[in-house]
């Protein structure tokens, strides 16, 4: 591999072009009109538009992407995440013409895109699933009878989902046809393909996940674990590894079953098993992801392994050089996905010019913006990731409320200030909480209230300190816990 093209923009075209550079490796971008002066551009050694900043006349056209890897003379694509990271055609394209696609093979792209296929395709092994049925529905009397069966409440799932989109709880018979068919319109609208399917609703769940490492040689690995909960509506904005509630013996249980998960789809290279894990501490395969995830950060601070590399690595056709043996984790990580989005204001996007954006020095920041720009409207809202390490979960959540009070940021309102009363929360410092947290605890006065509570705290101890310096006293620095509040 000497040039590689990343199919992708902001902070993961940059994450992916250093270590790619890092190892010797030349780099392409790719961009559209919107992001000509995007840092992704002004790093990479050679830049290639595509079009007009709408994602389906740019990042999306699978047969631009492929031309610019001809003209510059890329053989091999990233594809990052989002965008045509899991689109299996896309990756059936590259290796037709010739290039490396750093990534799973088509098949397992397929079959893992579809969960009613994923659910065949583990069928053999032993994983546990949530009950529920393996094949779609669509007539509404068969549907209120496998209900019936498997118990109220249930989960309409659609078949191509994923995100959450075309999901419906249903917690009685009388309500089955009627969500069915919201569910199958959902479906069809968003996915083009209307088979949904039923599940036993799992109350107050944990989503955590587990990432996955494979070669082309047959070694496939686990590095643990991911504990997604804290997230709203399917958007996550907290991650953590490892998980507050895993035992050595269920992250070993779970982390073997998503190796089983891979094997079943012949996977090769980084990828990342969900599952749900109940109150009783069950857990449930729920679907795979076949590409690098946006918190993948958090893993590489436990395990020390860069997954940028290994799957460079791994589509250089090398083998692991390492074991699951010679895996363990070390500390605590955790992200904070800073979005341009008003936590104040029901999480309504905030368009608008950084004016100021100062990054704390003391973490991983992977951003994809400078001072000055302009947030575009056209793609995800998400401005940078916030990543800290501490030796435990007390001292990394410390080490990210002081980074998110380092980190400044004007012109536009972020997710910087929910980031600060999740982890001030009681719920979630003990590490008792599920994918409810944000709908049971967070309310826009929460975080006011808290923004209040600094200020006075603030205004308290500068009250102090020029009492002190009346007084002739001598001055005390902040406490921890005066550090940790604000
Ligand atoms: C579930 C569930 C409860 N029971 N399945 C949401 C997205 C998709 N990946 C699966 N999801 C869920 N599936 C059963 N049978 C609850 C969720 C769910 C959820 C899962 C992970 C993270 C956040 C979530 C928020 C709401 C619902």
Same mark, same amino acid.
């Given at each position: 591999?000497?040039?590689?093209?990343?199919?992708?923009?902001?902070?993961?075209?940059?994450?992916?072009?250093?270590?790619?550079?890092?190892?010797?490796?030349?780099?392409?971008?790719?961009?559209?009109?919107?992001?000509?002066?995007?840092?992704?551009?002004?790093?990479?050694?050679?830049?290639?538009?595509?079009?007009?900043?709408?994602?389906?006349?740019?990042?999306?056209?699978?047969?631009?992407?492929?031309?610019?890897?001809?003209?510059?003379?890329?053989?091999?694509?990233?594809?990052?995440?989002?965008?045509?990271?899991?689109?299996?055609?896309?990756?059936?394209?590259?290796?037709?013409?010739?290039?490396?696609?750093?990534?799973?093979?088509?098949?397992?792209?397929?079959?893992?895109?579809?969960?009613?296929?994923?659910?065949?395709? #583990?069928?053999?092994?032993?994983?546990?699933?949530?009950?529920?049925?393996?094949?779609?529905?669509?007539?509404?009397?068969?549907?209120?009878?496998?209900?019936?069966?498997?118990?109220?409440?249930?989960?309409?799932?659609?078949?191509?989902?994923?995100?959450?989109?075309?999901?419906?709880?249903?917690?009685?018979?009388?309500?089955?046809?009627?969500?069915?068919?919201?569910?199958?319109?959902?479906?069809?609208?968003?996915?083009?393909?209307?088979?949904?399917?039923?599940?036993?609703?799992?109350?107050?769940?944990?989503?955590?996940?587990?990432? #996955?490492?494979?070669?082309?040689?047959?070694?496939?690995?686990?590095?643990?674990?991911?504990?997604?909960?804290?997230?709203?509506?399917?958007?996550?904005?907290?991650?953590?590894?490892?998980?507050?509630?895993?035992?050595?013996?269920?992250?070993?249980?779970?982390?073997?079953?998503?190796?089983?998960?891979?094997?079943?789809?012949?996977?090769?290279?980084?990828?990342?098993?969900?599952?749900?894990?109940?109150?009783?501490?069950?857990?449930?395969?729920?679907?795979?992801?076949?590409?690098?995830?946006?918190?993948?950060?958090?893993?590489?601070?436990?395990?020390?392994?860069?997954?940028?590399?290994?799957?460079?690595?791994?589509?250089?056709?090398?083998?692991?050089?390492?074991?699951?043996?010679?895996?363990?984790?070390?500390?605590?990580?955790?992200?904070?996905?800073?979005?341009?989005?008003?936590?104040?204001?029901?999480?309504?996007?905030?368009?608008?010019?950084?004016?100021?954006?100062?990054?704390?020095?003391?973490?991983?920041?992977?951003?994809?913006?400078?001072?000055?720009?302009?947030?575009?409207?056209?793609?995800?809202?998400?401005?940078?990731?916030?990543?800290?390490?501490?030796?435990?979960?007390?001292?990394?959540?410390?080490?990210?409320?002081?980074?998110?009070?380092?980190?400044?940021?004007?012109?536009?309102?972020?997710?910087?200030?929910?980031?600060?009363?999740?982890?001030?929360?009681?719920?979630?410092?003990?590490?008792?909480?599920?994918?409810?947290?944000?709908?049971?605890?967070?309310?826009?006065?929460?975080?006011?209230?808290?923004?209040?509570?600094?200020?006075?705290?603030?205004?308290?101890?500068?009250?102090?300190?020029?009492?002190?310096?009346?007084?002739?006293?001598?001055?005390?620095?902040?406490?921890?816990?005066?550090?940790?509040?604000?």
């Amino acid at each position: 591999m000497k040039k590689l093209l990343v199919a992708n923009r902001g902070e993961i075209a940059l994450r992916v072009m250093r270590t790619a550079r890092r190892m010797g490796i030349a780099t392409v971008a790719v961009y559209s009109e919107v992001d000509r002066d995007a840092p992704h551009v002004a790093y990479a050694d050679e830049a290639v538009l595509l079009g007009p900043a709408p994602s389906a006349q740019s990042y999306l056209r699978i047969d631009k992407v492929i031309d610019a890897a001809r003209q510059t003379g890329a053989d091999a694509i990233h594809p990052g995440y989002g965008f045509l990271s899991e689109n299996a055609e896309f990756a059936r394209q590259v290796e037709a013409a010739g290039i490396t696609f750093v990534g799973p093979r088509p098949h397992a792209i397929e079959v893992m895109g579809n969960k009613l296929a994923a659910k065949a395709a #583990v069928a053999d092994y032993d994983i546990p699933m949530v009950p529920g049925i393996d094949e779609a529905v669509r007539d509404v009397a068969q549907a209120t009878a496998i209900a019936e069966d498997i118990g109220f409440p249930i989960l309409i799932k659609a078949a191509a989902g994923g995100g959450g989109k075309g999901m419906r709880v249903v917690e009685s018979a009388g309500e089955v046809a009627e969500q069915m068919q919201r569910a199958i319109s959902e479906a069809e609208s968003a996915f083009g393909d209307g088979a949904v399917f039923i599940e036993k609703y799992v109350a107050a769940p944990r989503h955590i996940e587990v990432q #996955v490492l494979a070669d082309t040689h047959g070694s496939c690995l686990y590095l643990f674990e991911r504990d997604c909960s804290i997230q709203r509506r399917h958007q996550k904005v907290v991650e953590e590894a490892p998980s507050a509630v895993l035992s050595p013996e269920l992250r070993r249980r779970m982390g073997e079953a998503a190796v089983q998960v891979a094997q079943a789809c012949d996977y090769v290279g980084a990828g990342t098993v969900e599952f749900l894990l109940d109150e009783a501490h069950n857990f449930y395969f729920l679907e795979m992801n076949t590409r690098l995830q946006v918190e993948h950060p958090v893993t590489e601070l436990i395990t020390g392994v860069d997954l940028v590399e290994q799957q460079i690595r791994v589509a250089r056709g090398e083998r692991l050089a390492f074991s699951q043996e010679e895996l363990s984790i070390t500390g605590h990580a955790l992200e904070l996905r800073v979005y341009a989005e008003d936590p104040a204001n029901n999480f309504l996007p905030s368009i608008g010019t950084l004016t100021t954006y100062r990054p704390p020095a003391d973490a991983r920041v992977d951003g994809g913006f400078r001072e000055g720009m302009t947030v575009p409207i056209n793609y995800d809202p998400m401005i940078a990731k916030l990543i800290v390490h501490g030796a435990t979960r007390a001292e990394a959540i410390e080490r990210m409320l002081a980074a998110i009070n380092d980190f400044t940021i004007t012109g536009i309102e972020t997710t910087l200030p929910f980031g600060r009363f999740v982890c001030q929360h009681p719920a979630f410092r003990s590490g008792a909480f599920s994918t409810n947290f944000v709908a049971k605890y967070f309310t826009p006065e929460a975080v006011a209230e808290q923004d209040r509570a600094v200020e006075e705290v603030a205004a308290l101890f500068a009250a102090y300190v020029h009492q002190s310096q009346q007084d002739q006293l001598t001055v005390p620095t902040p406490s921890a816990a005066w550090r940790a509040r604000r």
